[in-house]
Structure formats: structure tokens, C-alpha cells
């Protein structure tokens, strides 16, 4: 996105407006040049704005995350109020658009006419005469697994965005990247960085912190959800126990200890999976401080508090 020509393309394609009607872009944040390694993960979040009266957010998430929906509205949300200080008026804001490219379905439900559409956008409008309540706020997302395979003469600009940001061969790049002058200028930018040296390893830095972030968190899933069933029933098993002689002295001794184990497996379990996504949090805490990340990424990542990853981090 730091070529303004490809910018321009890439906006064109998503918000359904002529490559012309865009008078500028500008880049507002500068995660794409971060000094610290703890900042790295920063690259998936580029903030934009466009002709002066729109703000556009556009996000990479590589792992699957099914608070996806939840989260970009609270960024979103935090844009659009981020633009008002007190004493201005209400008509200071400016449209706020959020842009999600994501490795994974989002949305499962499919297509009632087969195929499941990659890109869904997002307004706020009436329930059942669909006139809006705002344009301040707009939603579009890719979802690139949905992509259809092979490449079709005619498809639209946004799917030959899609299929090039998706794209791993230089085949694919270079074929994309002759059918449209605003990916031909990205790929040209791209070929610019893989010859600067400093650029180029910047750039594979960049993909390490990616690829360390989703082992991390694919770890922490797996040893937190272990971790928490076996706990959690073990915990279950006990309390059922317990609870069943108790009870079972009322009503019947054998009656009581089946009834209590059953309820406390139960019990036990949904324990476990609560404590298994705390423990996920905690794992991916642990091993995001032992790489040194930034204590403020590691809370927003982990959805720990800042107070309980500052605790494990005197740990």
C-alpha cells in the first residue's frame, strides 16, 4: 500500500468507484515502517485517507478469528470517535470505512445458489425498508478461501485483487498483474522491494512475526483446551462425587452418586473449556512476552487485561 497508484486500484476495486473519481490517498499511521520487533504484527493494519472525507481501515488476519465481526466494529467505532474533540460539532465526522482481507471463512452459511460469494459488504440500514440510517460507517470484507478456482475471462477488478493478494507463484503474479495497470504497479512495487536488500529483509522479518504469531496462537489453543477438559473433569468427576453421596443420603445412596457424577461431568466440562480458553490467553501472553512484544499488542491479541500481562510478565 505504499504505492499511491496501487492504492488508488485497490480502492476503485473494493468500493465500486471509478479509478478517477479519487482525487488522493494518504497513509495516516506508519505500522508499515516499524522500528521494534515487538511492533511487528502492526503490518496487518494500514489506515488510510481518501479525499479528505473518508477514513478507511484495511486489515490482513491470517489465523482464524470468530470475533472478527466484534472487533472491527470497535476499531471502527474507536476511528470514528477519535475524529470529534470536545467542543465540535457532530458534522466534523468523516466516513469511516473498514476494509478486511481474511484468511478463513468468516461466514458459514453458505449460498442458496451454490457458490459462496468472497466478498460481502456492510451498511447500517432499516430492517425492512432498507433506507440508511448512516453512511458514516461501511464494511467490506474478502474472505480469500472463498475464492472460485482458476481465473475467469471477465472477472470483476476486486476478485483479480483478491486472487493477486492470494497469489504464492510468480506465474499468478505476473499473469494478474498484465491484466489490470493498478496490480501491475503494486507487483512493480513489490519486485522493487524484493532487489533493495534492507527492503527485503524488513519485508521477511515482517512474514517471521506473521508466521511466529499464528504458531503461537495454534499452540496456545491446543495446550489451553488440553490443559482446561483435563482439569476441568477431573475437578467435575470429584465434585459429582461429592455432591451424589450427599444428595444420594436423601434419596437413595446409588441414585445420588449417578445423578452427581453425571452433573458434575457436565459441570466439569464446561469448567474446562472456560478454563481452557484462559489458559489459551495465558499461553499465547507467555509466549508473546518471551518474544518481547509490545505489553499493549499482547493484551488486544490475548484479551487479557494490561494489569493481569503486566503480572505475568514479573512472573
Given at each position: 500500500m505504499m504505492d499511491e497508484k496501487a492504492r488508488t486500484g485497490f480502492l476503485s476495486a473494493v468500493l465500486g468507484i471509478q479509478p478517477g473519481d479519487i482525487r488522493e490517498t494518504r497513509i495516516l499511521n506508519t505500522s508499515l515502517r516499524q522500528e521494534h520487533g515487538d511492533e511487528k504484527l502492526g503490518i496487518l493494519d494500514v489506515r488510510l485517507l481518501m479525499d479528505g472525507d473518508r477514513e478507511i481501515d484495511i486489515e490482513i488476519q491470517l489465523t482464524e478469528l470468530?470475533?472478527?465481526?466484534?472487533?472491527?466494529?470497535?476499531?471502527?467505532a474507536k476511528m470514528?470517535?477519535?475524529?470529534?474533540k470536545p467542543g465540535?460539532?457532530?458534522?466534523?465526522?468523516?466516513?469511516c470505512v473498514s476494509i478486511s482481507?481474511?484468511?478463513?471463512?468468516?461466514?458459514?452459511?453458505?449460498?442458496?445458489h451454490g457458490a459462496e460469494p468472497f466478498y460481502s459488504c456492510f451498511h447500517i440500514r432499516e430492517d425492512t425498508r432498507h433506507f440508511l440510517y448512516t453512511d458514516k460507517m461501511e464494511f467490506h470484507v474478502i474472505e480469500l478461501p472463498k475464492l472460485p478456482k482458476g481465473l475467469k475471462e471477465g472477472c470483476s477488478k476486486l476478485e483479480l485483487w483478491a486472487k493477486f493478494i492470494n497469489s504464492e507463484e510468480k506465474e499468478d503474479f505476473d499473469m494478474i498483474a498484465q491484466m489490470d495497470p493498478y496490480i501491475e504497479s503494486a507487483y512493480k512495487k513489490l519486485q522493487l522491494i524484493s532487489?533493495?536488500?534492507?527492503?527485503?529483509?524488513?519485508?521477511?522479518?515482517?512474514e517471521k512475526a506473521i508466521r511466529d504469531h499464528c504458531e503461537i496462537m495454534l499452540e496456545a489453543e491446543e495446550r489451553g483446551w488440553t490443559q482446561g477438559m483435563e482439569?476441568?473433569?477431573?475437578?467435575?468427576?470429584?465434585?459429582?462425587?461429592?455432591?451424589?453421596?450427599?444428595?444420594?443420603i436423601a434419596q437413595g445412596i446409588e441414585k445420588g452418586i449417578a445423578q452427581g457424577i453425571e452433573k458434575g461431568i457436565a459441570q466439569g466440562i464446561a469448567q474446562g473449556i472456560a478454563e481452557g480458553e484462559y489458559n489459551k490467553s495465558v499461553q499465547v501472553a507467555q509466549d508473546m512476552l518471551s518474544k518481547n512484544f509490545d505489553i499493549n499488542i499482547i493484551s488486544q491479541i490475548s484479551k487479557l487485561p494490561i494489569e493481569a500481562v503486566e503480572q505475568l510478565k514479573l512472573n
Open positions: 470468530g470475533v472478527w465481526a466484534d472487533r472491527s466494529l470497535f476499531y471502527l470514528l470517535t477519535g475524529q470529534i465540535d460539532s457532530y458534522r466534523v465526522f468523516k466516513k482481507i481474511l484468511d478463513f471463512r468468516l461466514f458459514k452459511e453458505g449460498s442458496p532487489q533493495d536488500k534492507e527492503k527485503r529483509q524488513e519485508y521477511e522479518a515482517r482439569k476441568g473433569i477431573a475437578q467435575g468427576m470429584e465434585q459429582g462425587i461429592a455432591q451424589g453421596i450427599e444428595k444420594g
